[in-house]
């Protein structure tokens, strides 16, 4: 049997292009120590099968080539096509397709390559879709006028319109006007280079800037590098996006474009790599700086976009910029292609190019009374707290006996007793230390008491004294023990003796009960049992009544005796001659006649 192994990458599987990158990384990963720095390099910039970086020189870029080819060819890989610019490798090229975008060689700048000639006539939300999704720029410097498409198709969404359902005149017309001016966003060209020297011999500082308006926030990075007296500016990063269908107010928008700003810019700093690169953060909203600068309890939306707005950036970096000198506005405002190509927004704010002493500087005050719109409502509740105490416990039993048994099992364990029934003297012991906690725990309801006398008996229980002393009658009867009803081991108490009585009524519960207790409060107590008793509850409910039944005519109709009669048998009886015999009983309907015949068989007689 022969064994064959495949050691190809099938093309199209779905799991290709993750093996084809995991068999890179690995093949990089294991590269020989001299050119473990181009491995490293390679591996940063591999994009599935192609490689996107920068160097600094010719010299450095004809040794990234040998060195990549060598590496790469190591593991059977064979680099080739190679494009640069300025310096150009093959001098045939001038408009390459890099990751989607258009990158000219020979002027080294990116832009758009879009075509909208074939959009249909009928405009519907399906044909909004595609357009809006046709723009492919992930830099973002046309993102001020293709945020226009998507704040339309987010207006069908709202009136809930279908996909071939064809657009209203308002929003038909305004889709139209922005598409015939569409073909602008390819003439939209930036460079390709941040800095037009070397970017590690400048003074760097990444701007960061966020704004909102009703229908779209956006966020934009800006690169400036200063070397001597020149000042350089070039965009990094930008979106725009929508705001939620759900309309919110607009600084809690400022709040979610501060939030986007703040992500952006730690791809920006993790891509760019600058060693010692201030980032400055701006915001046309003093709510939304007073939100990050101030402590306080604010809501959970706020809150939790002040959190991650403070783990991502330095509270000392944000600053205040006017709006008209915002560069975010333009994107969140939206502009047609014609007005986005003559901004030229992407090259950024004149007054970046000045010294930092000329920067804008706002007449700005922490907004706290809109900003305390977002606090969070505390409520404040005083409460009273009680110790439990040891008694409490004792109420995790539902049954008076099953509380008594487990008080002289716990005696039982105390002197370590080997027997396996409890015997009447141990039962009454354990009741007497639970009467003396119950009476110790309200001592004070019992004794403030003017009208009753009491005293305390040889076990420490408190009792009753009544004018029954010289009487011949029980102990328990004569001095009664003494027990608030308001206490719920005294309602189990109750509870029981109502049971074991077999739910006797109020008067004989109560006098049972005052054969050996004086409970206060015991007729409400011994009310509130019964009534919440579920059998006898049932016993009380009133037996159903049914109606009386209606006359037939025959009962109503005059006619003669026994023209309508029922028959029946009584019997049988004994004749002196030892026969038996029955009665028939013949009965009048209508008159209550009644008619007697003596027969000696039940059986039917034969006609003749």
Known sequence: MITYRHRRVVFGVTSSPFHLVATINHHLDNCSEPLKATAAKLKKSFYVDNCVTSVESEEELNKFISESKKVMLDGKFDLRGWISSPILVDKNVENTSILGVIWNVKNDTLQCNVNFNNVEQKLTKRTLLSVAQRVFDPIGFTCPTTIIPKKILQATWCKKLTWDQELPEDLAKEFRKWIEQAYAINDCVIPRRLTSVSIQECENSLHVFSDASKDAYSACIFLRSKQGDDINLSLVLARSRVTPVNKITIPRQELIAATLACRLSVTAIESLALPNCAVYYWSDSSVVITWIMCEGPWSVFVSNRVKEIRNLSPTSAWRHVPGHLNPADLPSRGINPKGLLESRWWEGPEWLRLDE????????????????????????????????????????????????????????????????????????????????????????????????????????ILRLNTKLSLGNE???????????????????????????????????????????????????????????????????????????????????????????????LAGPLTLRSGAKAWIVLFTCATYRAVHLEVVESLSTGTST
């Not at 009310?527 to 049932?538: A, D, E, T």
């Open 357 to 460: 002493g000329h920067w804008p500087v706002a007449n700005f005050a922490l907004n706290s009374s809109e900003a305390d719109l977002e606090r969070k409502k505390t409520v404040t509740v005083a409460m009273h707290v009680e110790e439990e105490s040891f008694l409490d416990r004792f109420t995790y039993f539902s049954s008076y006996i099953k509380l008594v048994r487990m008080i002289c099992w716990m005696l039982r364990f105390k002197k370590k007793s080997t027997s396996k029934e409890l015997t009447y003297e141990e039962f009454e012991y354990a009741e007497n230390i639970l009467i003396r906690l119950v009476q110790k725990r309200c001592i004070n309801s019992l004794v403030n008491d003017r009208n009753i006398q009491t005293f305390v008996d040889e076990n420490d």
């Open 474 to 568: 029980n102990y328990n009867f004569k001095f009664p023990v003494i027990l608030p009803g308001s206490d719920p081991i005294v309602r189990r108490l109750v509870e029981c003796r109502h049971i074991e009585l077999k739910h006797a009524g109020a008067q004989t519960l109560l006098n049972n009960l005052r054969q050996k207790f004086w409970i206060i409060g015991v007729r409400n107590l011994v009310r509130n049992i019964i009534h919440r008793c579920i059998r006898c509850k049932r016993f009380k409910a009133k037996r159903c009544q049914a109606p009386t039944g209606v006359l037939p005519n025959e009962r109503m109709e005059a006619s003669t005796a026994f023209q309508h009669s029922g028959a029946d």
